[in-house]
Nanobody
């Protein structure tokens, strides 16, 4: 079983919402609590780009393109990170990847497809 498992992607119309989840089923709680985590996306023919990150200390950063529309947060009890996406645009389409890293590890999920139709 993978260290990180994403879910929640799908097809949505422009203006709609989706919530992505990234679970860490194999990670012990003490390890999850010190992970820096983030969401990245990759559209066809483009490089993978940062969408949002949340540090182990709770510091949050968003890319300019999603700031104000997306919200990243984590549930320590469930060992899960979320990305609430609202006011979705066609340009938000792509494969969304979850990342989790510390000074001892660096994990990526398998990705979940988000498609926003016009």
């Amino acid at each position: 079983q993978a260290q990180l498992v994403e879910s929640g992607g799908g097809l949505v119309q422009a203006g709609g919402s989706l919530r992505l989840s990234c679970k860490a089923p194999r990670m012990i709680t003490s390890t999850f609590n010190v992970q820096n985590m983030g969401w990245y996306r990759q559209a066809p023919g483009k490089q993978r780009e940062m969408v949002a990150t949340i540090s182990r200390d709770g510091k949050i950063d968003y890319s300019n393109s999603v700031n104000g529309r997306f919200t990243i947060y984590r549930d320590y009890a469930r060992k899960t990170m979320y990305l609430q996406m609202s006011s979705l645009k066609v340009d938000d389409s792509g494969v969304y990847y979850c990342n989790s890293f510390s000074d001892r590890n660096d994990y990526w999920g398998q990705g979940t497809q988000v498609t926003v139709s016009s």
